[in-house]
């Protein structure tokens, strides 16, 4: 039988471990879109047939939002190393409320993605976002 000193540190080396494999292996990357065609593209993949118009990045360029004409408002969001694409209508969305000068917070109707705060470069930028939004 383990000592009980013996199995806690067992116990803590494993999750030293896990922890550090996670790390090492990429685990805690954070995705980021760097360009235009780079949104195009991430979006297409899941929404080929649509149309997209002028995009607006948050600052840290995680996420990017866009005019889809007849569509609502398209996203993509860096989510860990991945990337999750929604398009967005008056009916997935459950609040729209703008903080400080930069921010929008958005809580959704759909509980895999139930909200999110996003901060834009400019007032102007994230007053055109809401009204996309809005609209939608």
Same mark, same amino acid.
């Given at each position: 039988?383990?000592?009980? /000193?013996?199995? %806690?540190?067992?116990?803590? $080396? *494993?999750? #030293?471990?896990?922890?550090?494999?996670?790390?090492?292996?990429?685990?805690?990357?954070?995705?980021?879109?760097?360009?235009?065609?780079? &949104? %195009?593209?991430?979006?297409? +993949?899941?929404? /080929?047939?649509?149309?997209?118009? #002028? #995009?607006? !990045?948050?600052?840290?360029? =995680?996420?990017? !939002?866009?005019?889809? /004409? +007849?569509? *609502?408002?398209? %996203?993509?969001? *860096? &989510? *860990?190393?991945?990337?999750?694409?929604?398009?967005?209508?008056?009916?997935? %969305?459950?609040?729209?409320?703008?903080?400080?000068? @930069?921010?929008? !917070?958005? =809580?959704?109707?759909? !509980? @895999?993605? /139930?909200? $999110? @705060?996003?901060?834009?470069?400019?007032?102007?930028?994230?007053? &055109?976002?809401?009204?996309?939004?809005? =609209?939608?």
């Amino acid at each position: 039988m383990l000592s009980l /000193p013996v199995l %806690i540190g067992m116990i803590a $080396a *494993g999750i #030293i471990a896990g922890v550090l494999a996670v790390h090492f292996l990429g685990g805690n990357k954070q995705s980021v879109l760097n360009s235009d065609t780079e &949104v %195009i593209a991430r979006f297409r +993949q899941d929404y /080929p047939e649509s149309s997209i118009g #002028i #995009i607006y !990045f948050t600052r840290d360029h =995680r996420a990017a !939002f866009f005019d889809l /004409p +007849q569509q *609502g408002t398209g %996203i993509v969001h *860096g &989510v *860990g190393a991945k990337f999750l694409t929604r398009i967005l209508q008056t009916g997935d %969305i459950q609040e729209i409320r703008k903080q400080d000068e @930069t921010r929008l !917070f958005l =809580r959704m109707h759909d !509980f @895999t993605w /139930p909200a $999110a @705060t996003f901060s834009f470069k400019d007032k102007k930028t994230r007053d &055109v976002v809401c009204d996309w939004l809005a =609209r939608t």
